[in-house]
């Protein structure tokens, strides 16, 4: 039918759920850090819950399945006249998706770490669970902190472009939005061109050694 094979099914069952707690947890921290700043905007919008359906852009999904690099979430709105200081929350609700990203990164070395030395740890599980619980684990540390590094690069519509915007003049801030269309342009460039693959691929070789 579509010509799926084997392989190609059991690694999307692997990746599926990694990419999806990832994705998750990145906006939900988003919309967390804007009602403890209290903007009640994405509660309303169903947005402050973990439930991955609420997140995901049918489009930007789409896109990722089509091209396997290429996919968003969909943006966490928010109504800046809640804030007290909206260009320091701004700021702060844009570093919060990354930082999350970051700790579940880290989270996922500390299991991958106790997998691989604590054996009271590796025998609570069944012995058919243990390479894929691998796999997910080490998949979820590279995708983590690849996600927290593209979206701190400060281009827009990055998050990274949202925390420098605290510390830049206005008109520069609307003089990048401008041309936010190009700046796409160029990370689509970037990705497609490898640069992120070598970046994760230096990121793989430390982690092996680190487990090593």
């Given at each position: 039918?579509?010509?799926?094979?084997?392989?190609?099914?059991?690694?999307?069952?692997?990746?599926?759920?990694?990419?999806?707690?990832?994705?998750?947890?990145?906006?939900?921290?988003?919309?967390?850090?804007?009602?403890?700043?209290?903007?009640?905007?994405?509660?309303?919008?169903?947005?402050?819950?973990?439930?991955?359906?609420?997140?995901?852009?049918?489009?930007?999904?789409?896109?990722?399945?089509?091209?396997?690099?290429?996919?968003w979430a969909k943006p966490v709105r928010v109504n800046p006249l809640n804030?007290?200081?909206?260009?320091?929350?701004?700021?702060?609700?844009?570093?919060?998706?990354?930082?999350?990203?970051?700790?579940?990164?880290?989270?996922?070395?500390?299991?991958?770490?106790?997998n691989q030395n604590y054996t009271p740890f590796v025998e609570l599980l069944?012995?058919?669970?243990?390479?894929?619980?691998?796999?997910?684990?080490?998949?979820?540390?590279?995708?983590?902190?690849?996600?927290?590094?593209?979206?701190?690069?400060?281009?827009?519509?990055?998050?990274?472009?949202?925390?420098?915007?605290?510390?830049?003049?206005?008109?520069?801030?609307?003089?990048?939005?401008?041309?936010?269309?190009?700046?796409?342009?160029?990370?689509?460039?970037?990705?497609?061109?490898?640069?992120?693959?070598?970046?994760?691929?230096?990121?793989?070789?430390?982690?092996?050694?680190?487990?090593?």
């Open positions: 039918m579509f010509g799926f094979s084997s392989e190609q099914i059991a690694k999307a069952c692997l990746l599926a759920p990694v990419i999806l707690l990832a994705v998750t947890v990145h906006e939900f921290s988003h919309a967390l850090a804007a009602a403890y700043q209290g903007d009640p905007t994405p509660k309303q919008d169903g947005r402050l819950t973990l439930n991955p359906f609420r997140h995901l852009s049918l489009f930007g999904t789409l896109c990722f399945i089509a091209t396997n690099f290429i996919g804030f007290k200081n909206p260009a320091k929350s701004l700021a702060l609700l844009a570093l919060a998706g990354p930082a999350s990203n970051i700790l579940l990164s880290f989270l996922c070395f500390i299991l991958l770490w106790l069944p012995k058919s669970l243990s390479q894929p619980i691998y796999l997910m684990l080490f998949v979820g540390v590279i995708l983590n902190v690849g996600m927290a590094f593209f979206n701190l690069l400060p281009f827009p519509p990055l998050d990274g472009f949202r925390v420098i915007s605290y510390f830049l003049p206005l008109d520069w801030v609307i003089a990048a939005e401008k041309y936010q269309l190009f700046f796409l342009i160029a990370l689509i460039a970037l990705m497609y061109f490898g640069f992120f693959r070598i970046l994760l691929g230096n990121l793989t070789d430390f982690i092996l050694k680190s487990l090593m």
